[in-house]
């Protein structure tokens, strides 16, 4: 299909050549926003998985909300697409309930702070480290850098629990980057998929409610007997709303208006307010260590962005 045609007959978005030579100041509010929800979707879920409710129950209203929406986007494209290889719609599904029930339990454990350095900071060097290592993917010197300062926040915030600091932190972290690392499977799971976004959405929410129902639905029953459904509608909102649903497409807009590195070198911003947003809403002062690994994060994920080096073509 030609470069310059107005929209991708398969999604119905602006073509990357017109989008970004349209007016970009939408595109960074878009992004802008997004880095919003999802700070507060880390400060909100700790605070949900330690106050309230069990990741698996917290999960079904993570996936409800979306998997409803999106059915109609789900249903044109089919419930388990049979064009799609096995090992794609299990890559895609990674981004589901083995994600959240293993990033909410980690979440369990590990202070808020130490969220924003460990997975969203640490998801470009798993998509990095397996385009590198399965699919033969090369890396620029500027991006290599990068990755390595990401290593080094990964040292920061996790290395104390795991030399025996003796808080049961270490499991919390480990959990939480082996949720970016399933992240990781899923980026390249999607960029194979040829699914929309929305349709991707729909299709791992309606999948991961399934999975969740038996794991956390009695609980979400006896949550909302016991008072808190206003706890459950809360987390329904921030979750499934804007976490699963307006997040997703304003990140979308955002990459359309902006270009993926551009966009990309936004989300920095999601650790440093998740451990803002930490100290009034869950009473957690961020440690020396996890204040340096979310700078050093935070300039890794720059670096290997690859918003420093030359400028995205159209």
Same mark, same amino acid.
């Given at each position: 299909?030609?470069?310059?045609?107005?929209?991708?007959?398969?999604?119905?978005?602006?073509?990357?050549?017109?989008?970004?030579?349209?007016?970009?100041?939408?595109?960074? #509010? =878009?992004?802008?926003?997004?880095?919003? #929800?999802?700070?507060?979707?880390?400060?909100?879920?700790?605070?949900?998985?330690?106050?309230?409710?069990?990741?698996? =129950?917290?999960?079904?209203?993570?996936? =409800?909300?979306?998997? /409803?929406?999106?059915?109609?986007?789900?249903?044109?494209?089919?419930?388990?697409?049979?064009?799609?290889?096995?090992?794609?719609?299990?890559?895609? %599904?990674?981004?589901?309930?083995?994600?959240? %029930?293993?990033?909410?339990?980690?979440?369990?454990?590990?202070?808020?702070?130490? !969220? &924003?350095?460990?997975?969203?900071?640490?998801?470009?060097?798993?998509?990095?480290? #397996?385009?590198?290592?399965?699919?033969?993917?090369?890396?620029?010197?500027?991006?290599?850098?990068?990755?390595?300062?990401?290593?080094?926040?990964? %040292?920061?915030?996790?290395?104390?629990?795991?030399?025996? @600091?003796?808080?049961?932190?270490?499991?919390?972290?480990?959990?939480? /980057?082996? &949720?970016?690392?399933?992240?990781?499977?899923?980026?390249?799971?999607?960029?194979?998929?040829?699914?929309?976004?929305?349709?991707?959405?729909?299709?791992?929410?309606?999948?991961?409610?399934?999975?969740?129902?038996?794991?956390?639905?009695?609980?979400?029953?006896?949550?909302?007997?016991?008072?808190?459904?206003?706890?459950?509608?809360?987390?329904?909102?921030?979750?499934?709303?804007?976490?699963?649903?307006? +997040?997703?497409?304003?990140?979308?807009?955002?990459?359309?208006?902006?270009?993926?590195?551009?966009?990309?070198?936004?989300?920095?911003?999601?650790?440093?307010?998740?451990?803002?947003?930490? !100290?009034?809403?869950?009473?957690? !002062?961020?440690?020396?260590?996890?204040?340096?690994?979310?700078?050093? @994060?935070?300039? +890794?994920?720059?670096?290997?962005?690859?918003?420093? =080096?030359?400028?995205?073509? @159209?």
């Amino acid at each position: 299909m030609s470069g310059t045609s107005l929209s991708d007959s398969t999604s119905g978005r602006l073509s990357p050549a017109l989008a970004l030579n349209r007016s970009p100041r939408l595109g960074w #509010i =878009a992004g802008l926003v997004t880095v919003i #929800i999802w700070a507060f979707w880390m400060v909100g879920t700790r605070h949900a998985v330690t106050h309230d409710l069990p990741p698996a =129950a917290v999960g079904i209203v993570r996936f =409800a909300v979306p998997a /409803l929406l999106l059915a109609p986007a789900v249903w044109r494209r089919g419930f388990w697409p049979k064009d799609l290889p096995f090992r794609t719609k299990l890559g895609l %599904l990674c981004s589901g309930a083995p994600f959240f %029930l293993i990033v909410a339990t980690g979440m369990e454990s590990a202070p808020a702070a130490d !969220i &924003g350095p460990l997975l969203p900071g640490t998801m470009p060097l798993f998509v990095a480290l #397996i385009g590198y290592l399965v699919l033969g993917e090369t890396l620029g010197r500027t991006r290599l850098f990068g990755f390595a300062m990401i290593l080094l926040a990964v %040292l920061c915030v996790a290395g104390p629990s795991l030399l025996g @600091a003796g808080n049961g932190a270490w499991r919390g972290h480990l959990l939480l /980057l082996s &949720g970016a690392c399933l992240w990781g499977i899923f980026t390249h799971a999607y960029k194979r998929s040829r699914l929309t976004a929305l349709q991707a959405a729909g299709l791992v929410g309606l999948w991961s409610l399934a999975l969740l129902l038996p794991l956390g639905g009695p609980a979400l029953v006896r949550a909302a007997g016991d008072g808190l459904a206003d706890a459950i509608l809360v987390q329904a909102v921030l979750q499934g709303f804007l976490s699963g649903v307006v +997040g997703l497409v304003l990140y979308g807009y955002a990459i359309d208006r902006l270009g993926a590195s551009r966009a990309a070198a936004l989300s920095p911003l999601g650790p440093v307010l998740a451990a803002i947003l930490a !100290i009034p809403l869950l009473g957690e !002062i961020p440690s020396l260590n996890a204040v340096l690994g979310i700078g050093l @994060a935070t300039l +890794g994920v720059l670096l290997a962005s690859g918003i420093f =080096a030359a400028k995205e073509k @159209a």
